[in-house]
């Protein structure tokens, strides 16, 4: 694994640039990552590019032998786009447009916005498509990370086409989600519009196969704008990997990161965390998704100096390629102000830097021992698959923040924080590295399959499962195992594996007692195991020491 750090040339009078790449290149850092947020430095207004600066940097970071993992600029919109383009501002779900001020003040279906994005990466990729030292392309910054949603017109005619799409008729949406409960039968698409927020003296959601489908809809229209980078600089930039880097699910499950990165030559996560079980947890995530190329590309500096390294090395012996420190610097203005990173607003190396420094000459000096990158994935000292598989599903996901009655967002995400907090926890070993499982097609190979709260049926899944138990593989589920549709309702018939092999009753109870397995049948040469929806972090490490006690 290889060591790079975010850098900010816009923010550096450019006689410090040389000084600053002296001293990455002295930590052991062999590339940078910049640009995310420099559109105004870029197209100072429309059509007017500035190109300099950035020509300049580039090449000095060639100099001192850094590579650059240049960003598209696309999640802050400059002054001069909103003024002219107002349309571009998302619209809240109380139905108020945003002001400048932020970043991702955006509408990605806006298409003026759409337009604007397109030349910047077009000019962008032209540019610099070719250029010896630019290394990788990363798209935007955290894509739906402050603005999640948009519910404007363009967003409100898009979402209507994509229900006409999905379900051509509107009697077949009406039958579907059930919209007779409280007299919501649609008569034409056109009159389906976004879930804004209903105003009521009690709280009152809107129908969940509404919010489900606009919820999918707003992650769709979050990968199509991606792809749109994507095209752009795989036609001007061969060769290059292109990534992004989603933010962890600290603050939102709203992007399908399946979706999102299908077309993408790399995967890249932001991570701020002090736990080591965390953070082994986006690594395993990252590896499973995109094993030849899964990158950190933010990691904070916070936190105490042991476990601040030891984050490092699970993502190394977790097999990810490469990993970003977030900053070299603090910043002396705008809204992220500080007074250390790796180094301290006055340019000294801190505490972190030194021992960034030396766990880098550390890992050169075995690296040279191993001779080649291929000799060191046989390593010991890399972790091998445990043989554990953790199926994530984000519709699932979706699902349970839509239940919520909370009004703040991170009290609604129920689903990744038990998946992350209680179910991976409980798995997590220094020394052992899981699968993280999102397709029926990713069984191969594991003994063991954990289904967290996974309450979307998924016939497909359902079969692979029955024939994974048949061949002697352990399924683990929790007790809410496939009791919805992809519309967000209840089935009303019972799936197979209730029918033939749980026992009918099982689908509907919701009862916890005092052990937290509901059932335990066996299956073929397998077993599936149930346990409750609300089972604790110790309750399933006393799950996993049954089985081991077997």
């Known amino acids: ?74 999640a802050a919109p400059p002054i001069w786009l909103v003024e002219k383009y107002p349309e571009v501002l998302p619209v809240d779900a109380q139905g108020r447009r945003n002001v400048f001020g932020g970043r991702q003040h955006r509408c990605y279906n806006a298409p003026a916005y759409q337009l604007h994005s397109q030349r910047i990466v ?5 540019r610099y498509g070719n250029h010896p030292n630019v290394a990788a392309w990363q798209l935007d910054n955290e894509f739906g990370g402050e603005q999640k949603r948009c519910y404007c017109g363009y967003c ?34 056109d009159q389906i519009a976004p879930p804004m927020t209903y105003t009521a003296d009690l709280q009152v959601k809107h129908h969940p196969s509404l919010e489900m489908n606009f919820t999918r809809f707003s992650s769709r229209s979050i990968s199509a704008f991606s792809r749109m980078q994507t095209a752009l600089l795989r036609q001007w930039s061969p060769g290059r990997p292109v990534s992004t880097n989603v933010y962890y699910f600290q603050w939102g499950d709203n992007i399908d990161w399946i979706d999102l990165t299908e077309d993408m030559d790399a995967v890249g996560i932001d991570v701020y965390s002090d736990e080591l079980y965390e953070n082994a947890f986006y690594a395993d995530f990252m590896y499973s998704l995109k094993p030849d190329n899964a990158w950190f590309l933010e990691y904070g500096t916070g936190g105490e100096l042991k476990g601040w390294l030891d984050g490092i090395d699970q993502a190394r012996r977790r097999r990810n390629n490469w990993f970003f420190i977030f900053k070299l610097k603090p910043f002396s203005f705008g809204q992220e102000q500080g007074l250390q990173e790796l180094m301290t607003i006055t340019g000294q190396p801190t505490e972190k830097y030194a021992a960034l420094q030396k766990w880098s000459q550390l890992r ?35 699902v349970y923040t839509i239940s919520q009655w909370d009004s703040h967002l991170p009290d609604r995400l129920k689903y990744t924080r038990y998946m992350v907090h209680v179910v991976y926890q409980s798995i997590f070993a220094a020394d052992q590295a899981h699968r993280i499982v999102y397709s029926a097609d990713q069984l191969e190979g594991l003994q063991t399959l954990i289904l967290p709260r996974h309450i979307i049926y998924d016939a497909v899944l359902e079969s692979r499962l029955l024939q994974f138990m048949e061949n002697g593989g352990t399924v683990v589920a929790t007790s809410d195992l496939f009791q919805k549709n992809s519309d967000n309702v209840y089935l009303t018939e019972m799936p197979t594996i209730y029918a033939e092999v749980l026992g009918r009753q099982s689908f509907i109870t919701d009862e916890k007692n005092d052990e937290p397995i509901i059932q335990h049948v066996l299956q073929g040469r397998g077993e599936l195991i149930i346990v409750h929806k609300d089972t604790t972090l110790e309750e399933w490490q006393a799950v996993w020491n049954g089985l081991e006690g077997k």
């Open 122 to 126: 077009e000019q962008l990729a032209k």
């Open 156 to 189: 409100k005619l898009a979402f209507q086409n994509y229900l006409t799409d999905n379900y051509k008729t509107i009697e077949q949406l009406n039958k579907r989600w059930g919209t007779v409960f409280w007299s919501q039968t649609y008569q034409r698409f």
């Open 364 to 398: 050169s000096v075995e690296d040279a021992r191993l001779g080649t990158e291929q000799n060191q994935i046989q390593d010991g000292d890399l972790l091998v698959p445990s043989g554990i598989g953790l199926y994530f599903s984000f519709e699932s996901s979706w």
């Open 1 to 74: 694994m290889k060591l790079g750090v975010a850098y900010y040339p816009e923010h550096v009078a450019s006689n410090q640039w040389g000084v600053d790449l002296k001293s990455i290149r002295a930590a052991g850092i062999r590339r940078v990552r910049i640009g995310e947020f420099a559109w105004s430095e870029m197209e100072t207004d429309e059509g007017k590019y500035q190109w300099d600066w950035l020509d300049q940097f580039i090449d000095l970071a060639k100099d001192h032998d850094i590579e650059v993992v240049l960003c598209t600029p696309t």
